[in-house]
Structure formats: structure tokens, C-alpha cells
């Protein structure tokens, strides 16, 4: 196995010490798309929030400080990314702000509309059925609630080594669409922006809203 398959398998799982310094790389390269990802919810003081794939614990600290009376829910795989996490969120844990969770995408403990925001950034590559997992986040998401999706264009994931088809899912603006409303989103209510983040490298936001019930409408 090559170095650069060893990277692409510990980003999708990472474990040992070469997982730890993952989750330092992590923290550093996902903290802008972090930010655009998170403003992106507009956040409310009480939202019950759910974060896939939380990794080191960054976005969940950023999260925690938004919330007065709400709470981060935070999933990863990885025992290693949640004993980074909860290091960085300790305090928060202790008030109740944040609460963090192992398993996997197929398997959340999380009742039918229980949540009012989902964040998932940088994960979608690792899901087996994009589509599957969305329909599955949108049963999660109360009425009116909001998904934030991030990705990195497919169009750069082509020139990194440590990104190939054995380990990474490739997504276009349009793939992310499709997935979205084959996920249960209305087509109205998705939005999908594409930004810099290096150089001439592309990111890929995209919003999911979940359609309000009639009786909030009228």
C-alpha cells in the first residue's frame, strides 16, 4: 500500500498515531470551509444540532459557542477523532452544550425530527449511498430545518493522489443536487454554490431545507 492509499484510508477512518496526525491535518484544512458551512445554518441559540463525521471537534467548538440553550450532537467512527474532540470540547461537555457519539452513518440513535441542523463537511466521500444517507437526514430534520453539505469539487479530488476511487466519492455541482433531492429535499429548496478554497481549487456548498408542514405555513 502506498503512502498516499494509506492517507486516503486514515481520512476516512483514522486510527493509531498516524490517525492523530490526521485529525491535526483535519482541523487545519477544514477550518474555513467549517465556517462557510456553519453561517451557512444560521444557527439559532435553542437549534438542536447534528454534526457527521466531527472528526477532531473542531466545527462542534465552533458550534457549542452559537448555542445557549440548544445542543452539537456529534458522530464519528473514529475512537481516535472523539478523543480529540472531546479534549477540545471538554468544558462544553460538562455543560451539556455538546454531546458526542461513536457510530456509523448507516446506524444514527436519532428519533424522527429531532434535530433542527445538520452540518456534514468533507464526509460525503465516505458515504455508500449519498442518497440513502440523505433521505435518512432529512427523517432526522424537523420541519423547516437545514442541512449544510460541504465537498470539494470532483474536478480537483481528480488531481490528488491520496483521493481515488478506492477510498473517495467524486461529487459535481449537479451530483450533490441530484443526491439532495433523491434525498427527500424539494428541488425549490436547494441552493449550491461553488468557492475558492486554494488556489484554483473549487468547493461545492450546498443547502438543503426540509419543506415546512402545511400547518406552519398557513
Not at 14 to 32: D, K
Not at 162 to 187: I, K, N, P, S, V
Request: net charge positive.
Amino acid at each position: 500500500m502506498t503512502l498516499w492509499s494509506m492517507l486516503g484510508r486514515q481520512l476516512h477512518h483514522p486510527q493509531g498515531v498516524f490517525g492523530s496526525g490526521v485529525g491535526t491535518l483535519m482541523r487545519v484544512i477544514n477550518s474555513r470551509p467549517n465556517a462557510l458551512a456553519i453561517a451557512a445554518l444560521e444557527l439559532q441559540p435553542t437549534d438542536e444540532v447534528l454534526e457527521l463525521g466531527c472528526g477532531p471537534g473542531h466545527a462542534v467548538s465552533m458550534i457549542a459557542k452559537q448555542l445557549r440553550a440548544g445542543t452539537i450532537h456529534a458522530v464519528d467512527q473514529s475512537e481516535t477523532m472523539l478523543a480529540q474532540a472531546r479534549s477540545r470540547n471538554r468544558l462544553a461537555i460538562q455543560e451539556g452544550r455538546v454531546r458526542l457519539y461513536r457510530a456509523r452513518i448507516e446506524q444514527l440513535p436519532f428519533a424522527d425530527g429531532s434535530m433542527d441542523r445538520v452540518l456534514a463537511v468533507n464526509v460525503a466521500y465516505f458515504w455508500p449511498d449519498p442518497a440513502a444517507v440523505l433521505s435518512e437526514i432529512n427523517r432526522m430534520l424537523r420541519p423547516g430545518g437545514a442541512l449544510s453539505i460541504y465537498v470539494t469539487d470532483a474536478s480537483v479530488m481528480r488531481r490528488w493522489p491520496f483521493a481515488d476511487a478506492a477510498t473517495h466519492r467524486h461529487f459535481r455541482r449537479c451530483d450533490l443536487a441530484e443526491a439532495l433531492q433523491r434525498g427527500g429535499f424539494c428541488e425549490a429548496m436547494i441552493t449550491s454554490v461553488a468557492m475558492p478554497l486554494l488556489g484554483d481549487s473549487a468547493g461545492l456548498l450546498a443547502i438543503g431545507r426540509k419543506r415546512p408542514c402545511r400547518a406552519d405555513v398557513a
